[in-house]
C-alpha cells in the first residue's frame, strides 16, 4: 500500500492508475479509523479495483472552540487498518500544503439541508465538509465514493454538491456500523468517560423505541419528538442538541410521517456531541 502526502505525488500516481484502465474506489476520512470506515473501504476493494483512503482533519469544518486540536490522530494504525481492509493508497496531505497561505475557494450548499440541524448548531460545518470534498475529489478522481449513513445529513449535503457541480463520482451510502450495546462507531466516542460510554447507547435505543412506535403506527412527528426527548432524559449527563423528525429531502420537519422519514439527533455528553438517526418508510 503506497502513502502519499505530497498534492503532486497524488496527483501522478493517480493519472497512472487511470492509465492503467483502473477503476477508483475513494473513502475520505479524517482517520481514527473504526469498524465504520472499515466497513467502507471493503465495499470499496469489492467494487473497484484501486482504493483510496485520504486521512485528513480538515479545519475548515470545525468551528472556534470545537475539538481540531484534540480530534484523535494515529496515522500509523490507521495505515495498517487501512492496508487490511483493502486500501491501495492512503492520502495524508498536511493543512499548510491543502490549504496554502492565501488560499481563498470555497464550496457551499446553500439551503434547507445545509441549514437545519448539524448546520444550525455548527455553522459552516458543511461549507468546510463540501470545500475539502470537492478538492479532494478533483485530486484523487475517484469513480465511486463511500460514505456512512450514520452521517445522513452530509449524505444529503455531498450528494447535492455532487450533483450541482456536475461530478462524474458516484455516491454510495453503506449502512451505520454499531457496537454491540448500539451505539454508532464513531471517531469521537474515544472521549467518552466510562460512565458516559455506559450512558451513549440511550440514543440509538431511543430511535429503535420511536421506530416501534411507529411500526404500531404512530405518525406524529411532535410526539415521537417527545418520546425520544423524555428517553434521553433518563440518562444523566445527557444534553439534547436537537432531536428532529424531518423528510428525508430537504430536512423540513414532519408534523404528520409521510413517505421517507428521517429521524435524526446530536446529543451531548460533557464535551462530547454525537450524533445518529433512523429512515423510516410510512
Ligand atoms: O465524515 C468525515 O469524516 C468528514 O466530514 C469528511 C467526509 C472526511 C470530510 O472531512
Known amino acids: 500500500m503506497d502513502l502519499i502526502r505530497d498534492l503532486a505525488a497524488l496527483r501522478e500516481r493517480i493519472s497512472l492508475i487511470r492509465n492503467q484502465g483502473k477503476e477508483i474506489g475513494f473513502v475520505p476520512t479524517m482517520g481514527f479509523l473504526h469498524e465504520g470506515h472499515l466497513s467502507l473501504i471493503e465495499t470499496a476493494k469489492a467494487q473497484n479495483t484501486f482504493v483510496v483512503v485520504s486521512i485528513f482533519v480538515n479545519p475548515l469544518q470545525f ?15 490507521d495505515s495498517r487498518l487501512a492496508a487490511v481492509a483493502g486500501c491501495d493508497l492512503v492520502f495524508y496531505p498536511v493543512a499548510r500544503d491543502f490549504y496554502p497561505s492565501g488560499y481563498g475557494t470555497f464550496v457551499e450548499v446553500q ?20 470545500t475539502v470534498l470537492a478538492k479532494l475529489f478533483n485530486l484523487v478522481e475517484p469513480h465511486r465514493t463511500y460514505f456512512g449513513q450514520k452521517d445522513a445529513q452530509q449524505c444529503l449535503v455531498v ?8 461530478y462524474n463520482v458516484e ?14 462507531m464513531s471517531s469521537r ?30 405518525r406524529d412527528g411532535k410526539l415521537i419528538k417527545e418520546l425520544l426527548e423524555c ?8 444534553e439534547i442538541d436537537y432531536i428532529q423528525v424531518v423528510d428525508v429531502k430537504k430536512l423540513e420537519p414532519l408534523s404528520q410521517l409521510a413517505g421517507t422519514c428521517l429521524i ?10 454525537l450524533i445518529d438517526n433512523i429512515i423510516v418508510e410510512v
Do not use: W
Request: glycine share 10%; hydrophobic share 35%; with cysteine.
Open 63 to 77: 468551528g472556534a472552540g470545537e475539538d481540531y486540536e484534540d480530534y484523535p490522530r494515529d496515522l500509523e494504525n
Open 111 to 130: 439551503g434547507s439541508i445545509t441549514d437545519r440541524l448539524c448546520g444550525a448548531s455548527r455553522p459552516g460545518h458543511f461549507r468546510g465538509v463540501t
Open 159 to 166: 450528494k447535492k454538491m455532487l450533483e450541482d457541480l456536475n
Open 171 to 184: 455516491f454510495i451510502i453503506m449502512p451505520t456500523v454499531r457496537e454491540p450495546d448500539g451505539l454508532a
Open 189 to 218: 466516542n474515544k472521549y467518552l468517560t466510562p460512565l458516559q460510554r455506559k450512558a451513549a447507547p440511550v440514543l440509538y435505543q431511543s430511535l429503535q423505541k420511536a421506530n416501534s412506535l411507529i411500526d404500531n403506527g404512530e
Open 231 to 238: 428517553n434521553i432524559k433518563t440518562v444523566p449527563g445527557a
Open 264 to 273: 435524526a439527533l446530536a446529543v451531548k455528553f460533557g464535551t462530547t456531541r
